[in-house]
């Protein structure tokens, strides 16, 4: 992934050689506590104040289908954490194939790779319900968990007030900041931390 990383940065002559320009906005994430994944984040109920960035993976024109990209640091207890998730499917095996739409509410968002988790390998997946609360402005997120391949449960809704926002250049990690309770295997650190060490030289964040 370093490598394509690298090219791709070449390729484009642009400082980010993935989800080059994106919107970040503040958004409100409500965890419902009526999950039982056996990870207090999710478990427990709680509001926070979250940074979103939504963005197209390859940088298309608008007009044409591209992977979009959904973003959130999340305070926490323990510092902060980087969610990172990208449009596929909620299906056994679409959940792990990325696809491509006009906008970022064409397709559910999934975290692509599993964390570990008490109870087995778990993904995080974001599903959208349309607009935000009472048809105002902005998106609405509803978020799930399912491991293996498993149901989907859902312990969170998340609103976005507006997807038109300045971008910055805010760096997020998965790897180096996952949600609390939740671990990368080693097999996802070999496979992401190249890639994210080449995206933050290459973009001056490193």
Do not use: C
């Amino acid at each position: 992934m370093a490598g394509i990383t690298r090219q791709l940065t070449r390729l484009r002559r642009s400082a980010k050689p993935l989800h080059p320009a994106g919107s970040v906005v503040v958004g409100r994430l409500v965890r419902t506590g009526d999950s039982d994944s056996g990870v207090r984040w999710l478990d427990e109920p709680g509001e926070d104040e979250v940074i979103v960035r939504i963005s197209r993976a390859i940088g298309l024109p608008g007009a044409v289908p591209d992977i979009y990209g959904l973003a959130l640091r999340v305070p926490t207890t323990e510092g902060r954490a980087d969610v990172l998730l990208a449009t596929t499917g909620l299906g056994k095996v679409t959940r792990f194939v990325l696809t491509a739409g006009r906008q970022v509410t064409a397709r559910p968002l999934t975290t692509l790779v599993p964390y570990r988790s008490p109870r087995g390998p778990l993904l995080l997946a974001a599903k959208p319900l349309g607009s935000g609360p009472d048809g105002s402005a902005g998106l609405r997120f509803e978020l799930q968990w399912s491991v293996g391949l498993g149901p989907w449960a859902t312990f969170a809704v998340l609103d976005v007030p507006s997807t038109s926002g300045p971008d910055s250049a805010i760096s997020f990690d998965a790897v180096e900041n996952p949600p609390p309770g939740l671990e990368n295997y080693r097999w996802v650190r070999r496979l992401r931390e190249p890639a994210y060490a080449t995206a933050r030289k290459t973009s001056g964040r490193d």
